[in-house]
């Protein structure tokens, strides 16, 4: 069983990462590297994301270890500390190819 907070948090981490998908759907990669809204877009909802899944309960990182929080963890933190490396083909790969999966596994628990 999902609390109200996890829920909440995890309704949150969706909307995130639809935001993400949108970007990188109706924009090109060309675009998005050239304009520093949208790069910079990406960046922030990676870094929130985060922060929504350190809101998550024990009990709910213990009962869901498939949520891969320490490596949203390590994108976070190469955001956020390590800006000038930060290679946004990396992010919009990841947008691209790990979120969707994370959003359905995600929604499945909330359709619990």
């Given amino acids: 069983m999902i609390n109200e907070t ?9 909307e995130k990462i639809e ?8 924009h ?8 520093f809204v949208f790069s910079d877009t990406i960046q922030y909802e990676f870094e929130k994301i985060y922060e929504d899944t350190t809101r998550l309960s024990t009990l709910f990182k213990i009962y869901n270890p498939d949520i ?3 490596k949203l963890r390590g994108i ?7 800006y000038e ?4 083909k990396i992010l ?3 947008v691209i190819n ?12 909330l359709s619990r």
């Fill in 6 to 14: 996890d829920r909440r948090m995890l309704l949150l981490i969706v």
């Fill in 92 to 94: 919009v790969d990841t």
């Fill in 76 to 82: 976070r933190n190469r955001v956020a500390h390590d």
């Fill in 19 to 26: 935001r993400l998908e949108m970007v990188c759907r109706e």
């Fill in 85 to 88: 490396a930060v290679v946004i």
């Fill in 68 to 70: 891969p929080i320490d």
């Fill in 98 to 109: 790990d979120l969707p999966p994370l959003k359905e596994k995600i929604k499945s628990l």
């Fill in 28 to 35: 090109t990669f060309e675009e998005i590297k050239e304009n």
